[in-house]
């Protein structure tokens, strides 16, 4: 019998690295493994309301060229296990971690997996640390520094001199060390991103994007590849005249500031490379680390010349553009023009979508081409980013947050407003004079063109009873159509909270009328040591950028069309936070806002269904805007196509000639939306026909005065549908009622009949199996209760009464039938004996069938007043069969009817 794995890779596998060069030893920060090397935090999953992690995705060695440079990974077999048994496990890590070698290895076998061949050889040893770097920067063509070209060169020691050459190439260049980081430290899919952009500009490419989702770290992913790229000396040398320059670009103050707080670690005693762009101080020339927003680099001296041309345009040496699909290419693209021959690093949180399409199409010219479809050519082709790492990934790898789902209607949200029939049942309707009243409205004009009192009460007294069931103290966002809808329903909350004792504090409106006061509220929302404000309600500020890692319920109260604006928003709930041990959020929604979840982006790779079937989408729509009365062209006018509800492509900007296109419609009716800086909107609806160019002119006339809005008071208002939906593990978002009917199929295909049910239910291992099953297929029994409303229920009961019809009985129930049942049983076993199993059935009637069959309970009373499981065991004679065969025949004859 040959040694256990543990064995095999002390005695033989260990050894075998060591002769190639590899060490366990970190001292040298170069040439070492790394063993048991958990790479994911492991997935967060929801059973009910109660969250668990699963294990993590761990490799069994990762072997480190450098501190910053993984290259391959070791998959260990015990010794008497073929080598090859390990090697699709030894891939698939590989895979995830980005790396081109991978090993399989039973102590005496090897097996090697090399990406760029995609093929797979015996060898009879480890390659060193350089034989492998050498076959990695071959096939890789990357560039290697000047004067460290002979780095190739197979040396199975280590070297001081070789490695201080390499601390000059940005890839092998150790990164920022934990103690200037609070000690942070790349994660496995922040050190692919961080590979693949270094790659890229040591190649000479201009445009890179990364696209990584909100709470992903892309801020520390841009510190980690800038600190690189000046610590290696690459930016000052490819600049030769003087020192590498960076410019940190946002839209946002709170952006900028975050990423100039990011950077202090290049800050060092009196040096301090990191300059703030603002209107407050004189413009420095003399700095490398730059950080502005556009509307700051967009204003100008008195002179006119705005402020970004006072720097010349080749002072940058790289460009990061923070949130790029949002401002970074539309509004702002003469900045960039400006400065184009620097590298230009764009970071977005959104997949590529039709309102980002151009943001896209900028970032990844450069990129290569990717088969759209590999077997239909005639679908073109992709360039996909640099990097993308999704939210649903970060829930897989357990980095993120999972969520469930509350979606509410209200009944004038499912059937619509319409204002003659709201006056004949007596409702108060007030319509501004120059205001000109449409016959109905809808849940996205609500609060925008039209005020619902009534509605808005409804909704926050709705929302007041989820929070008192969840926990009044969770922290909450809500997000409003306005300023006023803001401040109203933080009002009604304080209202339907003021038995807490908080005034005016439990709910805020962090909104920009309130100034001063809204930035403290906000500073004070975002800590999670503080427990006020519990509620910050907003319109807009709070959707993005702003970092609330304890907030537990993200509410919608106002219509979203645009899917990137949907993710900027559950964004703000996917952080965890260990202060206050949240794992998961919910997502409350009252405007079917969810309606945009996308399974690709938003869902874990194991719950991605596939694409439903829809309508072609072929037609094509193409217009100018221009102005009324003297038909000038209008360019930045905003432009966005409704295709369905809650469903939008764009908005994109027209061009200098007023000209705006999409392709890729659905043919039927949409409705357009067309808006501009001081004029009026329009909404105009129009056919678009199969494989057809729909040609528009559209004219916008000048805005005046902003008419009011219309006031309907007196509407009785009701809760018409509301539904809880699971997300986890499913192919789709399901209500709990097709949770139900999922789970109902699963365990009668699982179980043909009731009888087989309970013989499995009866012993130990059958059952521990099945419910392996269960949980396999999503079915957790923990979510069935809660669904059923029904926590008291015997785990047994709640399957066969969902499956095969049985009576739903209490554990209180089945334990006093077993009482009954079995009283000859227990009179024949001794008295002691018979004690310990009625106060097992006891612990059942508390817990479950888990709680009595789980060993701790001998710790506990009255069992620890027996001696726990040593003075359990003396009641049996000290004969563990004997107590083993008494607890599974209690455990059958407890199932027995």
């Known amino acids: ?468 069931r969840f926990g009044p103290m969770q922290k909450t966002m809500v997000f409003c159509v306005d300023m006023k809808h803001a401040q109203e329903v933080a009002r009604l909350l304080n209202n339907a909270f003021a038995d807490l004792g908080f005034g005016e504090d439990y709910a805020v409106p962090i909104v920009s009328e309130e100034g001063e006061r809204a930035r403290r509220w906000l500073n004070q929302f975002q800590d999670s040591d503080k427990s006020l404000p519990v509620v910050a309600t907003t319109a807009e500020l709070l959707s993005t950028g702003v970092d609330v890692p304890s907030a537990r319920n993200i509410v919608f109260m106002k219509t979203i069309a645009s899917p990137i604006v949907f993710k900027q928003i559950i964004g703000r709930g996917t952080r965890i936070d260990p202060a206050t041990d949240k794992l998961w959020f919910r997502i409350i929604d009252y405007t079917g806002a969810t309606r945009l979840l996308d399974p690709r982006w938003d869902m874990p790779p194991s719950a991605q269904p596939a694409r439903p079937d829809r309508r072609p989408e072929t037609a094509t729509l193409v217009g100018i805007v221009q102005l009324a009365e003297t038909g000038e062209l209008l360019e930045g006018a905003s432009v966005a196509v409704i295709i369905r509800p809650n469903e939008q492509r764009g908005p994109i900007l027209t061009d200098k000639e007023g000209r705006f296109r999409f392709d890729r419609l659905p043919a039927g009716k949409v409705t357009v939306v067309v808006s501009g800086p001081g004029l009026v909107r329009r909404e105009l609806k129009v056919t678009l026909a199969p494989d057809e160019i729909q040609e528009m002119v559209i004219e916008l006339k000048p805005a005046g005065k902003k008419p009011g809005k219309i006031v309907v008071k007196g509407l009785e208002v009701t809760i018409a549908d509301e539904a809880t939906f699971i997300v986890e593990g499913m192919h789709e978002p399901m209500t709990l009622e097709q949770y139900l009917d999922y789970t109902r199929q699963k365990v009668a295909g699982f179980v043909p009949d009731w009888n087989k049910l309970r013989a499995i239910w009866a012993d130990p291992e059958q059952r521990r199996v099945f419910l392996e099953q269960l949980e396999n297929a999503s079915v957790h029994v923990e979510v069935l209760a809660e669904v059923l409303d029904a926590a008291e229920a015997d785990q047994f009961d709640l399957l066969a009464y969902l499956a095969y019809g049985k009576p739903l009985r209490s554990r209180h129930e089945r334990a006093e039938a077993f009482r009954q049942r079995e009283h000859t049983w227990l009179e024949a076993q001794t008295q002691e004996a018979r004690e310990v199993l009625l106060a097992l059935i006891d612990k059942y009637e508390l817990g479950g069938l888990k709680e009595m069959t789980d060993p701790k309970v001998y710790r506990v009373s009255p069992f620890r007043e027996m001696g726990e499981v040593r003075g359990v065991l003396r009641r049996f004679g000290n004969d563990p069969q004997r107590l083993r065969q008494a607890l599974e025949e209690l455990q059958q004859r407890l199932y027995a009817a």
């Open 1 to 468: 019998m040959g040694m256990t794995e543990a064995d095999t890779r002390a005695v033989l596998i260990d050894p075998a690295l060591n002769r190639a060069g590899w060490t366990r030893s970190k001292v040298t920060r170069e040439y070492y493994y790394r063993p048991d090397w958990a790479y994911t935090a492991g997935k967060v999953v929801l059973k009910g309301d109660r969250a668990q992690r699963e294990k993590p995705k761990r490799v069994d060695y990762l072997l480190r060229y450098t501190e910053s440079f993984p290259i391959a990974v070791v998959e260990a077999k015990a010794e008497d296990k073929p080598a090859m048994s390990g090697l699709q496990q030894a891939i698939g890590y590989a895979r995830d971690l980005g790396l081109a070698f991978a090993y399989a290895t039973n102590g005496h076998e090897i097996i090697e997996w090399d990406a760029f061949t995609e093929t797979t050889r015996p060898i009879d040893a480890f390659p060193s640390p350089e034989d492998l770097w050498e076959r990695w920067r071959v096939n890789m063509g990357e560039d290697t520094p000047e004067g460290i070209s002979s780095l190739g060169e197979i040396r199975p020691r280590y070297s001081v001199d070789r490695a201080r050459m390499r601390r000059q190439n940005p890839l092998l260049h150790p990164y920022a060390p934990p103690e200037v980081t609070r000690g942070k430290t790349p994660r496995y899919f922040q050190e692919r991103a961080i590979r693949e952009v270094l790659l890229r500009m040591m190649r000479g490419q201009k445009r890179i994007l990364l696209t990584m989702a909100t709470g992903t770290g892309k801020t520390f992913t841009a510190f980690q590849i800038v600190w690189k790229l000046v610590k290696s000396g690459w930016l000052r040398r490819r600049r030769k005249d003087g020192p590498g320059r960076t410019l940190f670009l946002a839209d946002r103050v709170i952006l900028r500031d975050q990423a100039y707080n990011a950077f202090g670690p290049f800050a060092t005693g009196d040096s301090d490379p990191r300059f703030l762009v603002d209107n407050e101080k004189p413009l420095s020339q003399h700095r490398t680390l730059y950080f502005a927003i556009y509307q700051t680099l967009w204003t100008e001296d008195e002179r006119g010349r705005r402020l970004f041309e006072q720097f010349p345009p080749d002072f940058f040496d790289l460009i990061i553009i923070d949130e790029c699909h949002r401002s970074g290419f539309g509004t702002w693209r003469e900045i960039l023009d400006h400065f184009e021959s620097a590298v230009h690093l764009g970071m977005t949180a959104t997949p590529k979508q039709d309102d980002n399409i151009d943001t896209y199409a900028y970032f990844c010219a450069e990129e290569p081409p990717i088969p759209v479809n590999p077997e239909d050519p005639d679908q073109g082709v992709l360039h996909p980013p640099a990097f993308q790492y999704s939210l649903g990934q970060g829930i897989e790898d357990g980095f993120l947050a999972t969520y469930k789902i509350h979606r509410v209607r209200t009944n004038v949200d499912k059937e619509g407003l319409r204002l003659e029939e709201a006056r004949e049942i007596g409702a108060e309707v007030i319509i501004p004079e120059e205001l000109e009243a449409k016959e109905a409205y809808y849940t996205p004009e609500f609060e925008r063109e039209i005020t619902l009192p009534d509605r808005t009460r409804v909704l926050v007294a709705h929302l007041a009873g989820m929070l008192r």
